[in-house]
């Protein structure tokens, strides 16, 4: 079983919808928890880290649920530029990543 | 922000033939660097830990032979992908945390290699 796992979608939503994704992991001893997004055939960029408490930036917002293990992102009033891979990652120890398959998100006009 | 470059961005070689990568931190120091490998809508799948002045950590499956680390400088690290082979043709990213406390870690722009 993989260590963090995400609906792979894709994820075909109209501009101005909300859209939610899921990741799971299976390590309980995880410690730090991110979202990445990345664009056809570029390195991933930092969206946001992820806490406990929430956290939102601007239309983004992660949640994170030590209890059942999992991460959310929420992406509200969708932009045709937000259309990308969104990938889960968490660390275990020391700063490697883990991360999801990532699930694919096309915004259409 | 701190920024990472990797070279080549892209490289075409012929099966058989090595292949040096190389990931630099450009304006901080980096005792710890991270190699990644990523094939067509997979994960990123983290290949090994550079250490700099020790012996790199390799993740289990990955050949310590054929991809070899050396991180000879706080600033840089190289991957080489010894004999090369069609399977071998992926992107290949680094990663480096400027550490003092900072979470995130940042990524180079990735090197897209194709073995024929």
């Known amino acids: 079983r993989k260590e963090v796992e995400q609906d792979p979608g894709p994820f075909n939503v109209p501009e101005g919808a909300t859209v939610a994704f899921n990741c799971t992991y299976s390590n309980s001893a995880s410690q730090s928890f991110f979202w990445y997004r990345q664009d056809c055939r570029k390195e991933p960029k930092l969206l946001m880290s992820?806490?406990?408490s929430g956290n939102e930036d601007g239309r983004f917002t992660a949640q994170l649920n030590r209890a059942s293990q999992y991460i959310s992102l929420l992406i509200r009033d969708s932009k045709l530029s937000d259309s990308a891979t969104y990938l889960c990652?968490?660390?275990?120890?020391?700063?490697?990543?883990?991360f999801g398959k990532g699930t694919s998100l096309l915004v259409t006009p | 922000g701190a920024v990472v470059s990797q070279h080549p961005s892209w490289v075409i070689c012929k099966s058989g033939t090595s292949v040096k990568i190389e990931c630099r931190s450009l304006?901080?120091?980096?005792?710890?660097m991270f190699w990644y490998r990523q094939f067509p809508k997979q994960s990123l799948m983290l290949m090994a830990t550079?250490?700099?002045?020790?012996?790199?950590?390799?993740e289990q499956g990955v050949e310590k032979d054929k991809f070899l680390i050396n991180h000879a400088s706080l600033t840089l690290s190289t991957l080489t992908v010894t004999s090369a082979h069609p399977e071998d043709s992926s992107f290949y990213i680094c990663?480096?945390?400027?550490?003092?406390?900072?979470?995130?870690?940042?990524f180079g722009p990735g090197t897209r290699l194709t073995v024929l």
């Open positions: 992820v806490y406990s």
């Open positions: 990663s480096a945390p400027p550490g003092g406390g900072y979470n995130e870690q940042f």
């Open positions: 550079s250490n700099e002045g020790s012996k790199a950590t390799y």
């Open positions: 990652a968490v660390t275990t120890s020391g700063y490697a990543l883990n």
């Open positions: 304006d901080f120091q980096a005792t710890t």
